[in-house]
């Protein structure tokens, strides 16, 4: 009798595909809310109305959103997502928030 042995136990597969999902779900909104930070506060310093500003930056954080939390199931390990999605986010968050400060 064959039997095809799999290389991953099931359960180590469940807690992978779990640590997929929260890169995907948690990296993907920090990535997202720092796209509409850093755009919202450049966009209003090159001459944009702040509302037209905050309107813009939040659709393009949406599809941020989409792409990143679709990315992070095809990255080539979950610490790369992570990474890249966290460190992103907090880069993309200080750069709003200096941008900011020189505006007040």
């Known amino acids: 009798m064959s039997t095809i042995m799999s290389p991953v136990p099931p359960r180590s ?6 640590v997929r999902i ?14 509409v930070a850093a755009g919202a506060s450049l966009m209003f310093a090159a001459g944009m109305d702040f509302h037209d500003a905050e309107f813009l930056a939040c659709l393009l954080g949406v599809l941020a959103f989409l792409v990143v ?18 460190g992103g986010g907090a880069l993309l968050a200080a750069t709003g928030s200096f941008v900011q400060s020189l505006l007040v």
């Open 22 to 35: 929260a890169t995907a779900v948690f990296g993907g909104y920090a990535f997202a809310w720092g796209i």
């Open 69 to 86: 939390f679709l990315w992070a199931f095809v990255a080539r390990a979950p610490w790369v997502a992570w990474a890249v999605l966290a």
């Open 13 to 18: 597969r469940r807690l992978q595909l779990a």
